[in-house]
């Protein structure tokens, strides 16, 4: 293949020299060059363990005449910014990494491209780069993490920092037994929240390896899939396929349909519509409720179900179900083996892939059929919903699957919180009750960052007083784990000067899930027509929106720029 760098190199002699004083030698630089680029870092069990990826990304790359340079842009934890303002940075830090990829990306003429992540906005952040750069790239998905003790997740956190907030309600070994076994190992945290379903959603979009996404991140499948990904991507340079080839309108509406089978995070309805812009696709919010009303929810996965994502791997995990939904989907739509879906489907039967696994899956007592329901024992359709109406003009978004079946259409008073953090302690100290419609606002986007109100939610659920009595509705965003009542992404958001900035403490909210409607429907205790509603919105826009503090760098720019959440609040 003619390597990309070559016309650049004769402008300059120092590229060569600079390259050669790296350690390359003078063959090394006559290869194709693929940029290994990881969010490798001490920070977070999501990334620790990719640098031993990418090693043997590099050993593939090397076996197939490439020569590979490694890059870093490390990523952050949502968990380890919980509860304070490093929070806010969590969706910008998306758009950061993302930006720093296109650099490293850009400066330099790469023949191809392998990018590792596990988690909630790098994984988004490594496809809008590959789509931005359109450069022949394949995603390495960082995999799942270990099981906790008796099968828990280390979302044991909700219940355990509510206690912690309470006299007498914990003791000190309870807290330090969670600390040494709540994250048992390296990868993504082992439910379907957004680390995994963004790996999902890498493999179904066709930019990762046929059943790479979500592999225990301990087995020797995984270093396995690393190197075939540095084996295949020079012959992927070498074909000329470009991410625009494989991310096509049909690969998210297999992506979307996919993450609706197996109940994926709602910040997907974020993160796809971002990627797809990359492209030039206008993914509208409501292709995700069209799909969601026709597909079978089939995927028994924690939050929404009763099994973790390492279970589902050895199910068959997002190969399986696309085989059960494939008069679905497009298998037309070409992937990173340079071949196509139906080709992909057809290779993994042929090699065993769906069989291999299972007696891992049995050492738990399991049955494929109980952690990936046949197609004819799904008991509902999809997962996620938009609802629109006079509080969310624009749209909303609430994950059904994980809301209890009495609270799926509800009306009640309006608790008003300006902040997550008035919210929380406003459930710590048990003024929250049964039948409050709680709502958090500017936390948008444009507010704050968007940052997730996992802290509420867990509270909610982890309070036998409350839990599956309570809604709560934001402008903000939810982790990937929420359960309940939790409708999000509120829009206009507040900041923005939407209806939800108007809202006062006792006015009327009702909703309808399965009529996809949110709505006021009462103005301080009375209700009244949607005409008078409209009228009292009206008066009260004329005080204004609360008025934002000054803000700089990186938090600054995504704040004042970043689209409405419905548009994926990219820049």
Not at 121 to 134: F, G
Not at 404 to 425: K, M, T
Not at 434 to 462: F, K
């Amino acid at each position: 293949m003619q390597q990309k760098s070559a016309p650049q190199r004769k402008y300059w002699a120092q590229f060569d020299a600079l390259q050669m004083g790296s350690g390359w030698d003078e063959k090394d630089i006559t290869k194709p060059q693929i940029l290994l680029e990881d969010v490798f870092g001490d920070s977070h069990p999501g990334s620790t363990h990719l640098g031993q990826l990418m090693e043997q990304a590099k050993y593939g790359v090397f076996e197939t005449g490439g020569y590979p340079a490694q890059y870093h842009t490390t990523d952050i934890c949502d968990g380890c910014a919980q509860g304070h303002d490093g929070m806010n940075y969590i969706l910008a830090s998306r758009e950061a990494i993302c930006d720093m990829v296109e650099v490293h990306g850009s400066v330099y003429p790469w023949d191809g491209m392998l990018l590792s992540s596990s988690c909630d906005k790098s994984i988004p952040a490594h496809l809008k780069a590959a789509a931005r750069l359109d450069v022949p790239t394949i995603f390495i998905p960082g995999g799942s993490m270990r099981p906790g003790p008796n099968m828990t997740t280390s979302l044991v956190a909700g219940d355990i920092s509510l206690r912690q907030k309470r006299e007498g309600a914990i003791t000190e070994q309870e807290i330090r037994d969670y600390k040494l076994t709540g994250c048992p190992s390296c990868g993504a945290c082992t439910f379907l929240g957004t680390a995994s379903t963004m790996q999902c959603m890498a493999e179904a979009l066709g930019m990762a390896l046929p059943g790479s996404a979500l592999m225990p991140a301990t087995m020797r499948d995984i270093l396995q899939n690393a190197r075939n990904a540095g084996r295949m991507i020079v012959g992927l340079a070498e074909k000329g396929i470009k991410p625009s080839d494989i991310m096509t309108k049909e690969a998210f509406e297999n992506a979307i349909i996919i993450h609706s089978a197996i109940g994926g995070s709602t910040n997907a309805t974020l993160h796809l519509p971002s990627i797809a812009r990359e492209l030039g696709i206008d993914i509208e919010p409501e292709l995700f409720d069209e799909i969601n009303h026709k597909v079978p929810h089939i995927g028994n996965i924690m939050p929404s179900g009763d099994h973790l994502t390492e279970c589902f791997w050895f199910a068959g995990g997002i190969p399986m179900v696309q085989l059960a939904l494939k008069d679905m989907l497009h298998l037309d739509v070409m992937t990173v083996t340079g071949k196509t879906l139906g080709e992909n489907l057809e290779d993994l039967e042929k090699d065993n892939f769906f069989e291999r696994n299972i007696g891992y899956l049995h050492n738990y007592g399991l049955k494929r059929e109980e952690v990936i329901l046949p197609v004819d024992k799904a008991e509902g359709m999809g997962s996620v919903a938009i609802l629109k109406g006079n509080l969310a003009p624009e749209g909303s978004v609430v994950k059904y699957s994980a809301c209890v079946e009495s609270l799926q259409i509800h009306e009640g008073c309006a608790r008003v919180f300006d902040s997550e953090e008035e919210a929380y302690q406003a459930v710590v100290d048990g003024n929250i009750n049964p039948g409050d419609v709680m709502v958090i606002r500017y936390e948008g986007p444009r507010g704050t960052g968007m940052p997730e109100m996992l802290m509420t939610t867990e509270a909610i659920v982890c309070d036998e007083r409350i839990n599956g009595k309570v809604s709560l509705i934001t402008d903000g965003r939810f982790s990937g784990a929420t359960r309940g009542a939790a409708i999000g992404h509120v829009s206009p958001e507040a900041a923005a000067g939407g209806p939800i900035a108007f809202l006062k403490e006792g006015d009327i909210i009702s909703y309808n899930i399965p009529n996809r409607t949110i709505d006021i429907v009462g103005i301080e205790g009375k209700k009244v027509s949607p005409e008078e509603v409209a009228k009292v919105l009206e008066e009260r826009k004329k005080d204004g929106i609360k008025p934002r503090p000054e803000r700089k760098g990186l938090f600054g720019r995504y704040t004042s720029h970043a689209l409405s959440a419905m548009k994926g609040a990219g820049y």
